[in-house]
């Protein structure tokens, strides 16, 4: 433990402190359900719409209803301009961010219907899927969609040989010593596991740390979640 | 979830009385917001609101090649995108019509007013020219995109910063920047769209007004009152009397709107 406390994060936060987050539900007035998530510089919103009859039509599935995400990062988002429009990386979020979402739904009522969510990075400084999925979730409960609960999403990043919570770009492109190994992870307030990716090079015995060390992080993220749920209720 | 037609008859009734849903006059605006600084990483970014109507534009800039026939001038994309995020009715997809003719409008009422100044984005002649994105993104379309978006590329150009630029290595230093501002004139365009329903033309339409409307003008202007984009839109004609009065209309409204830009830029 005596390395946790000499390890220097760039931006001086300690080892298992997150950026400052916050929460905002109801920031599209057109949607059934919307929030905005932030992890300091990395703002993610997401709004709902649904459930609605599945268009086009041969993706209706007459057993259940049928959740759909969709991730986008604006091209502004980055200093590198991105060009609008999906592209492979933006693909493989939005599917992962069903994967995320998708065991707390209860949709199984709702045959040849989709709940559509759709998440846009406003703002990108890293773990802005995990940023987009803790938006998403907000935005379906807030959409009344049936949930068992919420998920909350963080990114535990190995820089070096240390382990930290909520990886900043800064410490994305770590170079030193091991690298940087990414690792997004969502769970459930139960503490199931949802979604889970690694980039990079990790023990089993360190990952196994790095989620333990997530849940600390989730619980807070999932406070600050409900809380600004219970708020856009009140009267 | 498109207008009804009894409701389009209750709009365009209500429009002989001189009376609007929402109380406005024929020729108000909404209220308007500008938030400046909404993404870290663009040159300039804003949010802009008319009532419920939100666009966020957002300024990047690059280095490109000047095109053959401006060696000596950058170069600007305008490109739009209606987000699924911004309304029920919009599908994912390659941008249909309104994005392109969204993205179109602004771009053209930048352009021909010559608000930027392009001469002073040339780096080296014929060969590296500054390129600027203005991306527009919608967030809740509730009527009147256009204009929101045109407000909107120009405040974000208006507090755009020129990032370093490291001419032997070729390489963009982003985040940093240099004291000049954004090259810009004096002619800050505006851009006003009047839409024509029955017997009358309106101003900042809500979406519910906006999909009834039989058609719309679109009107770029500086504030000295030169006219230097326009567009007619839609498939029903416009008699002479009509064009003159939305010449008329959409002068007054872009008046009280410089007005309103004016304290932003401040």
Known sequence: MAKT?????PDGRKVNE??????????????????????????????VYGPKKMHPQHQQNPEKGTLRCNYNMLSFSVSD?????????????????EWALEPMLMIGNYPNQVVDVHIN??????????????????????????????????????????????????EEDWEEGEGATDIPITMTPGGDITHLQLDGKITGKQLKEAITLAQGALKQIYEVQKKALKESVKL | METSNLTGRRIAEYLDEGKRFDGRGLDEFRELIIERDISNKAEGSVRVRLGKTEVLVGVKMGVAEPYPDSPNKGNLMVTAEILPLSSPRVEIGPPKFPAIELGRLVDR?????????????????????????????????????????????VAALSIAKMPKYDEKEGKILYGEFTDENFPLTKDIPITVTAYKIGKNVIIDPTLEEEDVNEAKVTIGATADGYISSLQKGNSTSISIKEMENI????????????????????
Not at chain 1, 138 to 164: E, N, T, W, Y
Not at chain 2, 132 to 148: E, H, K, P, T
Not at chain 2, 247 to 266: G, Q, W, Y
């Open chain 1, 5 to 9: 406390m000499e390890f220097k994060r």
């Open chain 2, 109 to 153: 009422g930048i352009r021909e007013s010559k608000f930027v100044d392009f001469e002073k984005l040339c780096i080296k002649e014929g060969e590296k020219v500054w390129q600027v994105f203005v991306d527009v993104y919608s967030i809740n379309d509730d009527g009147n995109l256009v204009d929101a978006a045109a407000i909107g590329a």
């Open chain 2, 247 to 266: 010449i008329d209309v959409t002068e007054k409204a872009r008046k009280n709107l410089f007005a309103k830009l004016e304290k932003f830029l401040k």
């Open chain 1, 18 to 47: 997150l950026r400052p987050i916050s929460a905002k539900v109801g920031v599209v007035p057109n949607a059934d359900g919307s929030a905005m998530f932030s992890f300091g510089g990395t703002i993610a919103i997401a709004a």
């Open chain 1, 81 to 97: 301009r991105i060009r609008p429009g999906p592209s492979r990386r933006s693909t493989e979020i939005s599917k992962i961010t």
């Open chain 1, 121 to 170: 990075i406003i703002q990108a400084d890293a773990s802005t899927r995990c940023a987009g999925i803790n938006a998403a979730a907000m935005a379906l409960a807030h959409a009344g969609i049936p949930m068992r609960g919420l998920v909350s999403s963080v990114s535990i990043g190995k820089l070096d040989k240390q382990l930290v919570v909520d990886v900043d770009k800064h």
